[in-house]
């Protein structure tokens, strides 16, 4: 488990789904990546990305509010194992009504930390719509850069170098 300033960071268990589900499989929430389209789904994809940690040493965490336990959020570096290929990524997806508070950023400084000191990854990759301009502004902000745009993704792909790596 990682603890930040308000956040805990931890491996999600399959009981955490019901939660996750609240904006994993919101239109609205997801409206810039996929969307679990029932809890079933929703589960297979916990369990995909459980199951890539035991491999890849990363996989996105449950992410709660330190406060109360809430479930607000999934993400951090993971190596995609539903779009293979394009080495370790970092994500994030968080309950609408959370947006706006900080929360990506601590969560991405975790992530970040994760990567350079525990990982030691060479670089990090991210996707970003173009029109989800507060995720391109994080990843930004974050030390990412533009490499291209994907047409067939109709996303940007970032990346972010290890710091003196």
Not at 13 to 34: C, I, N, R, S, Y
Not at 54 to 71: H, M, N, Y
Not at 123 to 133: E, G, I, L, M, Q
Request: with cysteine.
């Amino acid at each position: 488990m990682i603890v930040t300033e308000r956040l805990l960071l931890r491996r999600p268990k399959l009981a955490d789904v019901p939660a996750l589900f609240e904006f994993l499989g919101d239109p609205d929430a997801m409206q810039f990546t996929h969307i679990d389209r029932s809890p079933k789904e929703c589960r297979r994809r916990v369990a995909a990305h459980e199951w890539r940690r035991r491999r890849d040493g990363c996989a996105p965490w449950t992410v709660q509010l330190k406060e109360s336990g809430r479930i607000i959020g999934w993400g951090g570096l993971y190596d995609d194992p539903f779009d293979p290929g394009w080495g370790v990524e970092l994500g994030y997806y968080f309950h609408p009504d959370t947006w706006g508070k900080g929360f990506g950023s601590e969560l991405t400084a975790a992530a970040m930390h994760e990567a350079d000191e525990v990982l030691k990854l060479p670089k990090v990759s991210a996707f970003a719509r173009p029109d989800n301009t507060a995720s391109r502004r994080l990843l930004e902000k974050t030390g990412f850069r533009v490499v291209r745009y994907v047409s067939e993704m109709e996303r940007y792909y970032f990346e972010r170098l290890r710091p003196g790596g």
